[in-house]
Protein backbone atom coordinates (compact mmCIF):
# COMPACT_ATOMS: atom_id res chain seq x y z
CA UNK A 1 0.00 0.00 0.00
CA UNK A 2 0.91 3.43 -0.29
CA UNK A 3 -0.06 5.55 2.56
CA UNK A 4 -0.39 9.66 3.68
CA UNK A 5 -0.11 10.03 7.22
CA UNK A 6 -0.98 13.57 8.77
CA UNK A 7 -0.05 13.60 12.54
CA UNK A 8 2.52 11.09 12.07
CA UNK A 9 5.38 12.40 14.27
CA UNK A 10 4.54 11.31 17.63
CA UNK A 11 1.72 8.70 19.13
CA UNK A 12 -0.70 6.47 17.17
CA UNK A 13 0.49 7.96 13.88
CA UNK A 14 3.69 7.33 14.21
CA UNK A 15 3.56 4.07 15.29
CA UNK A 16 1.25 2.69 12.85
CA UNK A 17 3.78 3.94 10.42
CA UNK A 18 6.24 2.18 12.00
CA UNK A 19 4.30 -0.90 11.70
CA UNK A 20 3.36 -0.39 8.12
CA UNK A 21 6.80 0.21 6.95
CA UNK A 22 8.21 -3.31 8.95
CA UNK A 23 5.09 -4.65 6.04
CA UNK A 24 7.37 -2.82 3.74
CA UNK A 25 4.24 -0.52 2.53
CA UNK A 26 5.35 3.09 1.49
CA UNK A 27 4.63 5.59 3.82
CA UNK A 28 4.38 9.82 2.90
CA UNK A 29 4.75 12.14 6.66
CA UNK A 30 3.38 16.01 6.50
CA UNK A 31 5.31 17.09 8.91
CA UNK A 32 5.69 21.24 10.52
CA UNK A 33 8.93 20.20 11.21
CA UNK A 34 10.72 17.36 9.32
CA UNK A 35 13.76 17.22 11.54
CA UNK A 36 11.41 15.61 14.29
CA UNK A 37 13.02 12.35 12.89
CA UNK A 38 16.75 12.98 12.54
CA UNK A 39 17.63 10.71 15.29
CA UNK A 40 15.03 8.44 14.80
CA UNK A 41 16.54 5.64 13.15
CA UNK A 42 13.94 2.92 11.80
CA UNK A 43 12.37 6.24 10.07
CA UNK A 44 15.98 7.26 8.94
CA UNK A 45 16.89 3.68 7.71
CA UNK A 46 13.37 3.82 5.58
CA UNK A 47 14.00 7.25 3.90
CA UNK A 48 17.34 5.90 2.89
CA UNK A 49 15.00 2.79 1.58
CA UNK A 50 13.12 5.01 -0.25
CA UNK A 51 10.08 3.69 1.77
CA UNK A 52 9.84 6.41 3.49
CA UNK A 53 9.48 10.11 2.50
CA UNK A 54 8.90 13.46 4.93
CA UNK A 55 6.91 16.44 3.31
CA UNK A 56 7.63 19.56 5.78
CA UNK A 57 4.44 21.55 5.69
CA UNK A 58 1.13 22.11 8.18
CA UNK A 59 -1.99 20.84 7.36
CA UNK A 60 -3.64 24.12 8.63
CA UNK A 61 -1.93 25.43 5.25
CA UNK A 62 -4.41 24.25 2.40
CA UNK A 63 -1.89 24.15 0.02
CA UNK A 64 1.02 21.98 2.24
CA UNK A 65 -1.70 19.62 2.25
CA UNK A 66 -1.95 19.51 -1.96
CA UNK A 67 1.60 19.13 -1.96
CA UNK A 68 1.34 16.56 0.73
CA UNK A 69 -1.23 14.19 -1.62
CA UNK A 70 1.00 15.49 -4.31
CA UNK A 71 3.72 14.10 -3.09
CA UNK A 72 2.46 10.62 -1.96
CA UNK A 73 1.03 10.00 -5.18
CA UNK A 74 4.30 10.15 -6.43
CA UNK A 75 6.11 7.85 -3.93
CA UNK A 76 3.58 5.08 -4.85
CA UNK A 77 4.14 2.99 -8.06
CA UNK A 78 0.30 2.72 -8.58
CA UNK A 79 -0.30 6.45 -9.07
CA UNK A 80 -2.20 6.67 -6.08
CA UNK A 81 -2.67 6.95 -2.24
CA UNK A 82 -4.32 3.49 -1.11
CA UNK A 83 -4.39 4.54 2.50
CA UNK A 84 -4.76 8.12 4.46
CA UNK A 85 -4.58 8.10 8.13
CA UNK A 86 -5.99 10.88 10.04
CA UNK A 87 -4.33 11.39 13.31
CA UNK A 88 -3.94 14.60 14.32
CA UNK A 89 -4.71 15.56 17.87
CA UNK A 90 -4.96 19.02 19.73
CA UNK A 91 -3.74 19.38 23.02
CA UNK A 92 -5.58 22.04 25.21
CA UNK A 93 -3.33 24.30 27.68
CA UNK A 94 -4.37 25.79 30.79
CA UNK A 95 -5.29 29.71 31.89
CA UNK A 96 -6.76 30.90 34.81
CA UNK A 97 -8.22 33.36 32.45
CA UNK A 98 -9.65 30.98 30.33
CA UNK A 99 -9.08 27.31 31.96
CA UNK A 100 -8.62 24.73 29.02
CA UNK A 101 -8.81 25.89 25.83
CA UNK A 102 -7.35 24.53 22.40
CA UNK A 103 -5.55 26.98 20.00
CA UNK A 104 -7.14 27.39 17.48
CA UNK A 105 -9.84 25.81 18.65
CA UNK A 106 -10.69 24.00 15.49
CA UNK A 107 -6.90 22.44 15.18
CA UNK A 108 -8.10 19.22 14.15
CA UNK A 109 -11.47 19.64 12.40
CA UNK A 110 -9.64 22.56 10.12
CA UNK A 111 -6.54 20.36 9.31
CA UNK A 112 -9.27 17.70 7.79
CA UNK A 113 -11.39 20.38 6.19
CA UNK A 114 -8.30 20.97 4.38
CA UNK A 115 -7.48 17.70 3.95
CA UNK A 116 -10.70 16.18 2.90
CA UNK A 117 -10.96 19.23 0.45
CA UNK A 118 -8.08 18.11 -1.55
CA UNK A 119 -8.87 14.55 -1.95
CA UNK A 120 -7.53 13.40 -5.27
CA UNK A 121 -9.86 10.18 -5.28
CA UNK A 122 -12.95 9.05 -3.50
CA UNK A 123 -11.50 5.53 -3.40
CA UNK A 124 -8.70 6.37 -1.10
CA UNK A 125 -9.72 4.28 1.79
CA UNK A 126 -9.93 7.11 4.88
CA UNK A 127 -8.98 6.52 8.52
CA UNK A 128 -9.81 8.66 11.16
CA UNK A 129 -8.71 8.82 14.82
CA UNK A 130 -11.27 11.14 17.65
CA UNK A 131 -12.23 9.46 20.76
CA UNK A 132 -14.91 8.07 23.17
CA UNK A 133 -17.05 10.38 25.14
CA UNK A 134 -18.32 12.70 21.70
CA UNK A 135 -21.57 11.40 22.33
CA UNK A 136 -24.08 11.52 24.66
CA UNK A 137 -24.63 7.90 24.61
CA UNK A 138 -20.62 7.81 25.31
CA UNK A 139 -20.69 10.04 27.98
CA UNK A 140 -23.51 8.40 29.69
CA UNK A 141 -21.20 5.43 30.03
CA UNK A 142 -17.86 6.20 30.53
CA UNK A 143 -16.95 5.22 34.60
CA UNK A 144 -17.40 7.96 36.93
CA UNK A 145 -13.98 9.16 37.70
CA UNK A 146 -13.39 9.84 34.43
CA UNK A 147 -16.33 11.95 33.88
CA UNK A 148 -14.96 15.14 35.40
CA UNK A 149 -11.62 14.45 33.22
CA UNK A 150 -13.68 14.27 29.95
CA UNK A 151 -16.63 17.36 30.67
CA UNK A 152 -13.61 20.23 32.31
CA UNK A 153 -9.81 18.75 30.83
CA UNK A 154 -10.73 16.95 27.38
CA UNK A 155 -13.61 19.41 26.75
CA UNK A 156 -12.00 21.51 24.27
CA UNK A 157 -10.78 18.96 22.39
CA UNK A 158 -13.87 17.17 22.25
CA UNK A 159 -15.32 19.96 20.65
CA UNK A 160 -13.41 19.79 18.07
CA UNK A 161 -13.21 16.37 17.55
CA UNK A 162 -17.04 16.42 17.14
CA UNK A 163 -16.08 18.53 14.04
CA UNK A 164 -14.01 15.79 12.91
CA UNK A 165 -16.73 13.85 12.67
CA UNK A 166 -19.99 15.92 11.69
CA UNK A 167 -17.35 16.38 8.54
CA UNK A 168 -16.78 13.05 8.24
CA UNK A 169 -20.43 12.11 8.33
CA UNK A 170 -21.43 14.58 5.51
CA UNK A 171 -18.86 13.22 3.61
CA UNK A 172 -19.62 9.40 4.00
CA UNK A 173 -23.77 10.15 4.09
CA UNK A 174 -23.68 9.06 7.43
CA UNK A 175 -27.04 10.31 9.42
CA UNK A 176 -26.34 13.25 12.08
CA UNK A 177 -28.43 14.12 15.22
CA UNK A 178 -27.19 16.94 16.88
CA UNK A 179 -28.82 16.00 20.60
CA UNK A 180 -26.64 12.29 20.16
CA UNK A 181 -23.85 13.14 17.68
CA UNK A 182 -23.32 16.64 19.31
CA UNK A 183 -23.59 20.23 18.21
CA UNK A 184 -21.46 21.98 16.51
CA UNK A 185 -19.65 24.69 18.44
CA UNK A 186 -18.92 28.23 17.35
CA UNK A 187 -15.60 28.35 15.79
CA UNK A 188 -15.09 24.84 15.24
CA UNK A 189 -17.20 24.78 11.78
CA UNK A 190 -17.89 28.09 9.45
CA UNK A 191 -22.03 28.48 9.13
CA UNK A 192 -21.30 27.86 5.63
CA UNK A 193 -19.00 24.88 5.65
CA UNK A 194 -21.02 23.09 3.17
CA UNK A 195 -20.08 25.26 0.64
CA UNK A 196 -16.40 24.89 0.83
CA UNK A 197 -14.56 24.34 -2.31
CA UNK A 198 -13.50 20.55 -2.88
CA UNK A 199 -15.79 19.28 0.03
CA UNK A 200 -16.76 16.01 -1.47
CA UNK A 201 -20.93 15.60 -2.18
CA UNK A 202 -22.93 13.70 0.95
CA UNK A 203 -22.33 10.24 0.54
CA UNK A 204 -19.79 10.17 -2.03
CA UNK A 205 -16.99 8.57 0.24
CA UNK A 206 -17.57 5.56 1.36
CA UNK A 207 -14.11 4.19 2.09
CA UNK A 208 -13.86 5.55 5.30
CA UNK A 209 -13.92 4.10 9.19
CA UNK A 210 -13.81 6.39 12.51
CA UNK A 211 -11.83 4.78 15.15
CA UNK A 212 -12.90 6.04 18.51
CA UNK A 213 -10.27 5.11 21.46
CA UNK A 214 -10.68 5.13 25.04
CA UNK A 215 -8.38 7.41 27.21
CA UNK A 216 -4.62 6.59 25.46
CA UNK A 217 -1.82 5.46 27.78
CA UNK A 218 1.66 5.19 26.35
CA UNK A 219 1.76 1.67 27.49
CA UNK A 220 3.32 -1.55 25.57
CA UNK A 221 1.21 -3.02 22.65
CA UNK A 222 -0.55 -5.87 24.93
CA UNK A 223 -1.64 -7.16 21.70
CA UNK A 224 1.80 -8.19 21.02
CA UNK A 225 2.39 -9.86 24.02
CA UNK A 226 1.64 -13.36 24.56
CA UNK A 227 -1.08 -13.64 27.07
CA UNK A 228 -1.18 -10.72 27.18
CA UNK A 229 -4.77 -8.03 27.50
CA UNK A 230 -6.44 -7.60 24.73
CA UNK A 231 -8.15 -4.67 23.28
CA UNK A 232 -11.74 -4.95 22.54
CA UNK A 233 -13.42 -3.31 19.22
CA UNK A 234 -17.05 -2.41 18.85
CA UNK A 235 -19.49 -0.42 17.63
CA UNK A 236 -21.76 -0.07 20.67
CA UNK A 237 -20.46 1.79 23.77
CA UNK A 238 -17.82 -0.58 25.70
CA UNK A 239 -17.61 1.01 29.17
CA UNK A 240 -13.99 0.74 29.63
CA UNK A 241 -11.03 2.93 30.77
CA UNK A 242 -8.12 2.73 28.52
CA UNK A 243 -6.61 1.61 25.49
CA UNK A 244 -2.59 2.43 24.74
CA UNK A 245 -1.41 4.16 21.90
CA UNK A 246 0.29 1.28 20.43
CA UNK A 247 -2.79 -0.93 20.87
CA UNK A 248 -4.59 1.30 19.01
CA UNK A 249 -1.75 1.73 16.02
CA UNK A 250 -2.35 -2.33 15.96
CA UNK A 251 -6.15 -2.10 15.08
CA UNK A 252 -5.57 0.54 12.56
CA UNK A 253 -2.61 -1.62 10.46
CA UNK A 254 -4.74 -5.00 11.27
CA UNK A 255 -7.53 -3.46 9.40
CA UNK A 256 -5.65 -1.64 7.00
CA UNK A 257 -3.82 -5.02 5.88
CA UNK A 258 -6.37 -7.31 6.04
CA UNK A 259 -9.73 -5.86 7.75
CA UNK A 260 -10.93 -3.69 5.67
CA UNK A 261 -14.37 -5.00 4.59
CA UNK A 262 -15.07 -5.83 8.01
CA UNK A 263 -14.94 -2.34 9.61
CA UNK A 264 -15.20 0.32 6.85
CA UNK A 265 -18.59 2.77 7.05
CA UNK A 266 -18.40 1.94 10.71
CA UNK A 267 -17.90 4.35 13.52
CA UNK A 268 -16.02 1.91 16.20
CA UNK A 269 -14.99 2.56 19.74
CA UNK A 270 -11.74 0.33 21.05
CA UNK A 271 -10.76 -0.11 24.95
CA UNK A 272 -9.27 -2.54 26.81
Given at each position: ??I??IG?S??I???S????L??E???????R???VF???????T????G?AQ??????L?K???QRA?T?????????S?DL??F??G???SF???K???????N??T??????????P??Q???????S??LT?S??AEL???????Y??????????K??V??L?????GW?W?D??DG??????????W??????P???S?Q????IRP??L???????DT?G???????E????G????R????HF??DV????WSE?????VN???
Amino acid sequence: MNILIIGGSRNIGYYSAIRFLDAEHTVTFLLRKASVFDRDDQIQTALNSGKAQLVQGDALVKEDVQRAWTSAIAHGKSGSVDLLLFTVGGEPSFSLTKGFALSPPNLVTQCLLNTITTLPDLQTRIIVITSVGLTRSSRAELPVPLKPLYAWVLHPAHRDKIGVERLIAHCAGWEWNDNEDGKIHPGILADDWKDTPGLPSPGSVQEVMVIRPGLLTDGDCLADTPGGKKYRVSEDELGGWTVSRRDVAHFVVDVAMGRWSEFYKRRVNIMY
